[in-house]
């Protein structure tokens, strides 16, 4: 067995990436702190051809050197939009006919690996803050909660880590 190096990986120019048909996933950050999250959160939208994301509240935006030290040029070809208010962001993608889903451990939330996904859906995905989670106003307008099963002492996931284990999750269901 041998490592493939990265001239062999045939990937994607930016403007190929650009025209390319997305995975109907939308992400929405609202009030992250870290810019390293951001980034990778980004990073993690350009593997998987995500739609857009939304940047709410306190959310840095590029061009930004330490957003850019994890997103390593992703920031170029995911598509992205900043947005001060999530709540205003949740109902015009309701409006569009969006299925909108919290990522945060509420009553009712539907484990990941229950969730079901419908053909020809788009789904935005709400993360929110790293202490304080999604917050509840914006909890309370989503169509529902999706929370990771967890088994161990911890209350939560890096929310990084939790958007890429969301994302791949959905984008195996939905191709």
């Not at 930004?64 to 040029?73: H, P, Q, R, Y």
């Not at 989670?133 to 996931?157: F, M, R, Y």
């Amino acid at each position: 067995m041998r490592k493939i190096e990265n001239s062999e990986l045939e990937r994607k120019t930016v403007e190929e990436f650009k025209v390319a048909d997305k995975t109907p996933i939308i992400i929405v950050l609202d009030d992250i702190r870290s810019l390293h999250n951001i980034g990778s959160v980004f990073r993690t939208s350009d593997a998987f051809l995500i739609e857009k994301i939304y940047l709410c509240g306190i959310t840095a935006t590029p061009p930004n050197k330490e957003i850019n030290k994890t997103a390593l040029g992703a920031t170029d070809t995911v598509a992205w939009e900043y947005q001060k208010d999530v709540l205003q962001v949740i109902q015009n993608l309701k409006e569009e006919q969006v299925a909108v889903y919290a990522i945060e451990q509420v009553e009712n939330a539907i484990f990941l690996d229950n969730f079901k996904t419908e053909a020809n859906k788009r789904y935005a995905i709400v993360f929110g803050n790293e202490v304080f989670g999604v917050n509840q106003e914006a909890v309370k307008l989503c169509d529902g909660a999706i929370e990771i099963p967890q088994l161990g002492t911890k209350h939560s996931l890096n929310v990084s880590v939790t958007a890429g284990i969301v994302v791949w999750d959905l984008f195996c269901k939905l191709k």
